[in-house]
């Protein structure tokens, strides 16, 4: 596609629920990462994927939290057992790979824990 | 403690004023990246510096790397309201891989 789509754009969970959030990254890009994202704040990194292999999930905040990308292309990051404070815009990127290139973002799922 | 620190955190100013917003680190960077954010938006690249002292210039922005790869400025001259956004700058660690840090971030609001 001409850009990495996230699904859904919201989602409300009651607490203790597990929730999945999609990633469809820019056909032919290598690396897929996965961000968290508070209001106003940067992006705290997550989990990052080159193809299919799982290469760095250092930024995942518990075991509670599980992402795959076993294809190398669409991505799912799941949370289980939410908690309040897992509430925040989950964004994903994609990149063709190598230090000089940017990132490309989706637009983010944002997530509710009520 | 953050990796990458902006300020300021928070700008608002009005049309056609000039502003500077700074990203400082301890840590030395391989390359370093600026990106702009709209509300409900992914970050927008905006540039990547890669050689320490490199200058470039997007239009009106003006971005610089610091001789020692540990800082960067983004500079807007003669701001416009179409400039609002969440400014961010992150890097990527000296043998760090392709994994990017974020900044804190620099709300910035251009008002008519």
């Known amino acids: 596609g001409a850009g990495v789509s996230q699904s859904p754009r919201y989602k409300v969970a009651k607490r203790g629920q597990d929730v999945a959030l999609r990633c469809d990254p820019i056909?032919?890009?290598?690396?897929l990462f996965w961000y968290q994202q508070a209001l106003g704040q940067g992006p705290e990194f997550l989990t990052y994927?080159?193809?299919?292999?799982?290469?760095?999930k250092s930024g995942l905040p518990s075991d509670r939290f599980f992402a795959e990308r076993p294809e190398g292309s669409v991505s799912t990051l799941k949370i289980q057992r939410t908690q309040q404070e897992d509430s925040a815009v989950y964004l994903c990127?994609?990149?063709?790979?190598?230090?000089?290139?940017?990132?490309?973002f989706g637009s983010g799922t944002r997530l509710t824990v009520v | 403690t953050q990796l990458l620190e902006q300020s300021p955190q928070f700008l608002s100013i009005q049309e056609g004023e000039n502003l500077t917003v700074y990203c400082n680190s301890s840590?030395?960077?391989?390359?370093l990246q600026w990106y702009r954010q709209e509300p409900g938006e992914g970050p927008v690249l905006l540039v990547t510096?890669?050689?320490?002292?490199e200058v470039k210039k997007l239009k009106r922005l003006t971005f610089q790397f610091g001789d020692a790869r540990k800082d960067s400025s983004l500079h807007i001259t003669a701001a416009q309201p179409g400039d609002t956004g969440l400014y961010l700058c992150a890097g990527r660690l000296t043998g760090g891989g392709n994994k990017l840090t974020f900044g804190t971030g620099t709300q910035l609001k251009v008002e008519l």
């Open positions: 990127a994609s990149s063709l790979g190598g230090q000089s290139y940017g990132y490309t």
């Open positions: 510096v890669v050689t320490g002292g």
């Open positions: 994927f080159q193809n299919e292999a799982q290469l760095d």
């Open positions: 840590s030395v960077f391989s390359s």
């Open positions: 056909s032919g890009h290598v690396s």
